[in-house]
């Protein structure tokens, strides 16, 4: 299914405010209430749209990065299952290029940031990688909201997802690194209240 042109108001409704209402979408669109959220609900279902937070890196005053990877076939799944959970890799991409898989992913800081191109828990140390590229991004344009998984800062396991452990870290140990956000070793949780 394609998408036509009331599809992509919604869409642009959307993108500007996920919680507009149907009676807002419906008045855009000279749409009844029902009318939007049939439309609106259609599309959903069918997975060709989805509305979610997004995270303000600039706000948050998080660092980005690209990271560009060359890596073998037969490791290029066990890489992909490995950070499949973790917190700092906001998007994984496979490329039809020699650079076959390139990774958007987040620090709350810059010396956490090198922790990720340095250390074990780096996408850049795995097995299988033949060569690979390090790109800090300096200012993100159009818009800072990025899809960071949130609900992967859990702050409970022992070992990050990736299977290393922080406390036994030379980087963490010398506050270099904040940790992985889904292990108790993480020192970037803000205290509630």
Do not use: W
């Not at 998408?3 to 009676?23: H, P």
């Not at 899809?147 to 506050?175: H, K, M, Q």
């Amino acid at each position: 299914m394609g998408l036509d042109e009331k599809d992509r108001k919604i869409i642009s409704i959307l993108r500007k405010d996920g919680r507009a209402s149907y009676k807002e979408i419906g008045e855009a669109l000279g749409f009844s209430i029902m009318g939007a959220k049939k439309r609106t609900d259609k599309m959903m279902e069918e997975s060709l749209v989805k509305v979610e937070g997004g995270v303000n890196v600039d706000a948050l005053g998080y660092h980005a990065a690209l990271i560009l990877i060359e890596i073998d076939s037969q490791n290029m799944k066990n890489v992909l299952g490995r950070f499949e959970r973790c917190p700092r890799v906001v998007n994984l991409f496979t490329l039809l290029s020699g650079y076959n898989l390139a990774a958007l992913v987040i620090a709350e800081d810059q010396t956490t940031l090198e922790s990720e191109t340095l250390e074990k828990c780096s996408l850049r140390n795995q097995e299988g990688i033949r060569r690979s590229e390090f790109y800090p991004i300096g200012e993100i344009h159009y818009t800072p909201f990025l899809p960071v998984r949130e609900e992967l800062f859990t702050g409970s396991e022992r070992d990050a997802p990736c299977g290393v452990n922080c406390g036994e870290c030379p980087r963490y140990i010398e506050d270099k690194c904040l940790g992985c956000p889904a292990t108790k070793y993480y020192r970037g949780f803000e205290p509630a209240g």
